[in-house]
């Protein structure tokens, strides 16, 4: 009986610890999804267009990919996204330029609410296409600015 008390005791004390960990997850860190090829896109400068309904939870730029995890409507058809940086480019230090995701649900009428992650090459959005030129990115729907380097 004496061991079966140490033995729940440990059980208690290792699973408090490891509910402990979980609660250390970065917040911010961002679960790259297994579908690359159908998410990774190339950023462009352009005009602005209509997009579909969608929310930005987060983004985080790493070297020159940005990863946009989303929420959109749908299930029903395939979805397309395109990130489009002004040509007009603020002139601060450093630089500031506003982008945009454009979603296309092709007329998907489906409500299950998906969650995804848009990975971008965005090299195209740099003022100066030379290692450790700086600017920052302003992305319509998501309240924080982006400092990007290209690299």
Request: one cysteine or more; a neutral charge; aromatic letters at 8%.
């Amino acid at each position: 009986m004496k061991h079966s008390i140490y033995a729940l005791v440990t059980l208690l004390i290792l699973g408090c610890a490891s509910r402990k960990e979980l609660g250390k997850v970065n917040e911010t860190s961002i679960t790259v999804n297994s579908n690359l090829e159908k998410d990774f896109i190339t950023a462009t400068l352009g005009e602005s267009k209509t997009s579909d309904a969608i929310t930005i939870n987060d983004a985080q730029i790493n070297g020159n990919i940005m990863y946009l995890v989303v929420e959109y409507s749908g299930g029903c058809q395939n979805h397309s996204f395109e990130l489009t940086g002004s040509y007009a480019v603020a002139k601060s230090i450093p630089p500031q330029r506003a982008i945009q995701l454009y979603h296309n649900a092709n007329g998907d009428n489906c409500r299950a609410l998906i969650t995804d992650t848009i990975i971008v090459n965005i090299e195209a959005l740099a003022t100066t296409p030379m290692p450790g030129s700086e600017i920052f990115l302003n992305l319509k729907g998501y309240g924080k600015q982006l400092k990007y380097i290209y690299q």
